[in-house]
C-alpha cells in the first residue's frame, strides 16, 4: 500500500474535476482514490488533526507518540504516508523531525467533494 | 472490509468536529476513517461521480455497469457501500434498483477537511 500511495499528490494541479460536476475519468478516480487512501485511517487522521491543530500548524514527532498512543516506528510510518501524499512536510531539527501541515492540501481534497 | 463500512452514517450529526480545528476523539477518527474508506477506492468514486452527474443526480444500476467496464455483482457491491456509508440511497422501479445521491453527504464529508 505504502508504494501505492507514493504516486499521489494532491497538490498536483491536475488532479481533478470535482466528483459531482461531471464523471471522473478512470485516472482521475485512481488519483483521488489513492488520496483517499491516505486519510482513511484512524491514527493518520488523527496525527493530521494534531499537527493541524499545532501552533504554526507544525508539530514535532515527539510530541505525536503519546497522543496516539503507539509505538514511534508505526507513527514515523503513519507520517510517512501523509507526506508522501502532499498533505505534510517533514524537516529535520537537531535530534527531532518536525511535520507541518502544507497550506492548502486539505482544502483542495475538500473542494473536488464539492459541485463548485 | 464491508462489516466495517456498515457502522458508518455520514449523515449523522454526531460526526464530526473539523479536522483542522481541534484533534479528532478516537471515535471521531474510527468513524471520518470509515467515511473515508467508503471513498478510497477508485471505482466506487467513479460510480458517485456518474450518479452525481445524472439528471436528479439519480441513476439506474442498468447505466452504471458498461461505464466502469465490471460486472453487475462487482457494481453493486459497490453501490451497496456507497449507500451503507450514506452517499446513495437506493430504490427498486421495476426491474432495476436506482441510486440517488444523497443531498448534503459529500458536502458534510468536504466540511470536515477545512477549518470553517
New interface residues.
Partial sequence: MATMLEVTDVTAETCCTP??????T?AE??Q??TT??A????????L???V??SLD?EACVCDLIE?VGLSQPTVSHHLKVLTTAGFLTRSKRGTWAYFK?VPGA??R???L??AS
Fill in positions: 466528483l459531482v460536476r461531471e464523471p471522473l478512470a478516480a485512481d483521488l482514490a483517499m487512501k486519510l482513511a485511517d484512524p491514527t493518520r487522521l488523527r493530521l488533526s494534531i493541524a491543530a500548524a497522543p501541515l486539505l482544502d481534497v475538500s473542494q467533494l464539492v
